[in-house]
Structures are given as structure tokens and as C-alpha cells.
T-cell receptor, first 108, second 115 residues
């Protein structure tokens, strides 16, 4: 089945350290991939989309078709980055399939 | 972006009763809204796509007679959980597309607890 996988449920880093949240997909074509973030007690919101190749809050994500990955990276993590991060794949009709999510904790 | 609200934010009901959850797009006319369900410590699972003026499209495994969706206007979609049972207890979240078609805007969610 076509899906996205986030192998790490929990990820903990120290402030200022690099962080990488992994996302792998299984799809034979060119997927539309997104990263969504949910801060504590807030609603889910878009962080970035692969098609725009933008950097939001210092985060970047590159689509690697060879490795079928869309890992989210930030060179220097901040405490305010602590949140739940979801990789998502858009199918027909703008329907989103979410990965299992990774809870990132950035320690002071 | 678009602002999406849900009502109620939480509800507790007895087993066998029906519960209606509203999803409103406050500043954007949404022809399409989406309903998700999230069990504790799990990811969001798409339940159905709500289409204004037509029938909702349900994902595989979702009972359309149990989860009734009505999208009567461009700003309101409702999800009714009929004959609720404890296993229906979950966090229900709606989303809508906004001015940018490849972005979804999410509501704050509704916590349903069925006793």
C-alpha cells in the first residue's frame, strides 16, 4: 500500500544541536509530500511542502527519490521547536495520508 | 490562510446516543472539507471527504451510515456519530482547503467520549 512512514516516535535533542526527523514513502510516482506540525495545545498546521522547496522556521526537507525519503532537517534546534511532527502525503482529491508522527523534544 | 472552528470542543455522551460535531470555515468558502479521527497516541486517519451540495466520499472501512456527513453550505460541514459506542471515543478533526489549494487548514478538534 502507498503510505508514509516515520520510524521514530520520539526524538530528543539538545538546544543548538542538529535535528533530522525521518520520513519515508512508498509510492512509484512523484508524491506530493508535506510536513505538518502540532505544537502543544494547538491545532495542526502546515510547516512546509516539498513542491515549494522553502525553508520555514529554519526547517528544510528535500525529496530524495532514490531513497524515497523526505526527511525534515534543522541545523540548530530551538526549544520552541518541541512539537509533534507529521509527514503527510497528498493523494487524489487533496486527501492527506499521515505518518505516525514524531514527538520532538528539544532540551535546554 | 483559512480559519476553521469546531463545535463543541468536547462532548461526553451515553452509549447509543447520537452526537453532532460542527466544522465551520470562518473566512473562506470551502467546497471541500475533510474529517479525520485520531485515537490516543496515534496518527490522524482520514475518514471522509465532505463535498458541498453532494454526498460525502468515505474512506475504506468507514461506515457511512454510522458517520453521517452533511455539507449544506460553503462554510459548514457536520459530522454526526450515530448510535455512538465507547469504541467511537476519539478526537475528531476537520480541515478545509484555503485560498492556496495545496494547503489544508485544520480545526482545533472535538474530543468525543462515549460512556
Amino acid at each position: 500500500a502507498q503510505r508514509v512512514t516515520q520510524p521514530e516516535k520520539l526524538l530528543s535533542v539538545f538546544k543548538g544541536a542538529p535535528v533530522e526527523l525521518k520520513c519515508n514513502y512508498s509510492y512509484s510516482g512523484s508524491p506530493e509530500l508535506f510536513w505538518y506540525v502540532q505544537y502543544s495545545r494547538q491545532r495542526l498546521q502546515l510547516l512546509l511542502r516539498h513542491i515549494s522547496r522553502e525553508s520555514i522556521k529554519g526547517f528544510t526537507a528535500d525529496l530524495n527519490k532514490g531513497e524515497t525519503s523526505f526527511h525534515l532537517k534543522k541545523p540548530f534546534a530551538q526549544e520552541e521547536d518541541s512539537a509533534m511532527y507529521y509527514c503527510a502525503w497528498e493523494t487524489s482529491g487533496s486527501r492527506l495520508t499521515f505518518g505516525e508522527g514524531t514527538q520532538l523534544t528539544v532540551n535546554p | 490562510g483559512a480559519v476553521v472552528s469546531q463545535h463543541p470542543s468536547w462532548v461526553i455522551c451515553k452509549s447509543g446516543t447520537s452526537v453532532k460535531i460542527e466544522c465551520r470555515s470562518l473566512d473562506f468558502q470551502a467546497t471541500t472539507m475533510f474529517w479525520y479521527r485520531q485515537f490516543p497516541k496515534q496518527s490522524l486517519m482520514l475518514m471522509a471527504t465532505s463535498n458541498e451540495g453532494s454526498k460525502a466520499t468515505y474512506e475504506q472501512g468507514v461506515e457511512k451510515d454510522k458517520f453521517l456527513i452533511n455539507h449544506a453550505s460553503l462554510t459548514l460541514s457536520t459530522l454526526t456519530v450515530t448510535s455512538a459506542h465507547p469504541e467511537d471515543s476519539s478526537f475528531y478533526i476537520c480541515s478545509t482547503g484555503g485560498p492556496s489549494t495545496d494547503t489544508q487548514y485544520f480545526g482545533p478538534g472535538t474530543r468525543l467520549t462515549v460512556l
